[in-house]
C-alpha cells in the first residue's frame, strides 16, 4: 500500500493536508498540457523527477507523490508512468496502458492520411468520342471513384465544335449513367469557356 511523504495516507485516500500543502484539486481537469506529444514522452524509470503531479487511469488528480510512489502505484494498476508535461514543477505524469494509447494514435493518424489522400482526378472527352474511347474512359472513372476519388469530367471544345454543344451534353449523359451505382453527380454540368465539366464523387462517400 502506497502512503502519501506528509501523513502516511494511501495514493486512494488524499488528506485536506496535501490538498492544501500542493494545492491540488480533486475536479482539476486532468487533460493538463493536451498539446504536449505524447508519442514521445518519458514513460516509467525514464522518468526522473524526484516529484510528480500525477493523475490517473481515469482522470482524477492523485496530487504530489514521490517517483518512486508514483513507479510502484503503476506496478500494482497495471499501467505505464507517462510525462505528459515537463513544463510544470514538479512535471505532470499520468497513468495509461501506453501500448493502446500508442496504437490508438496509430489508427486516427492513418484515418487522417486516409482522408488527406482524397484527390480530384480529371478525365478529358471530346464532344465526338467513340463508344470505344468512352468505356475506356469510364472504365479509369469508375477506377478512381472506388478508390474514393473525386472526378471532373472535362468535355474540350475546339474551334466550331462549340456549336455542337449537345454533343457534350449527351457525352456526359452516357458517363452519368454508366457510373451511377459507383459515383453521383456533385456538381451538374456546366459551361467554363470552351469545356463542359460536370464533377462526381464516390457515392460511398456521399452516403456516409
Known amino acids: 500500500m502506497i502512503s502519501w511523504a506528509c501523513c502516511g495516507r494511501t495514493a486512494a485516500a488524499l488528506c485536506k493536508c496535501c490538498t492544501n500543502r500542493f494545492n491540488v484539486s480533486h475536479t482539476e481537469d486532468a487533460t493538463i498540457e493536451k498539446k504536449t506529444d505524447t ?34 502505484i503503476a506496478t500494482e494498476q497495471g499501467l505505464d508512468l507517462v510525462e505528459v508535461s515537463t513544463n510544470t514543477d514538479p512535471p505532470v505524469c499520468r497513468l495509461m496502458d501506453y ?12 484515418k487522417r492520411k486516409t482522408v488527406h489522400t482524397v484527390q480530384t482526378k480529371e478525365i478529358k472527352l471530346r ?33 466550331r ?28 454540368t456546366r459551361v467554363e469557356g470552351r469545356n463542359m465539366v460536370m464533377m462526381l464523387a464516390p457515392r460511398k462517400q456521399i452516403s456516409n
Open 39 to 72: 508519442s514521445q514522452a518519458r514513460i516509467n524509470t525514464s522518468i526522473k523527477a524526484p516529484l510528480l503531479r500525477v493523475i490517473d487511469g481515469e482522470g482524477n488528480q492523485l496530487g504530489i507523490i514521490t517517483n518512486q510512489q508514483a513507479q510502484t
Open 99 to 110: 501500448g493502446k494509447f500508442k496504437y490508438q494514435q496509430s489508427k486516427k493518424l492513418q
Open 127 to 159: 464532344p465526338f468520342t467513340g463508344e470505344h474511347d468512352l468505356e475506356v474512359k469510364v472504365r479509369h472513372m469508375l477506377e478512381f471513384l472506388d478508390r474514393g476519388h473525386k472526378v471532373k469530367v472535362n468535355v474540350v471544345f475546339r474551334g
Open 161 to 188: 465544335e462549340m456549336r455542337f454543344k449537345e454533343h457534350g451534353e449527351s457525352i456526359l449523359q452516357k458517363v452519368a449513367s454508366k457510373v451511377e451505382e459507383n459515383g453521383v453527380i456533385e456538381r451538374e
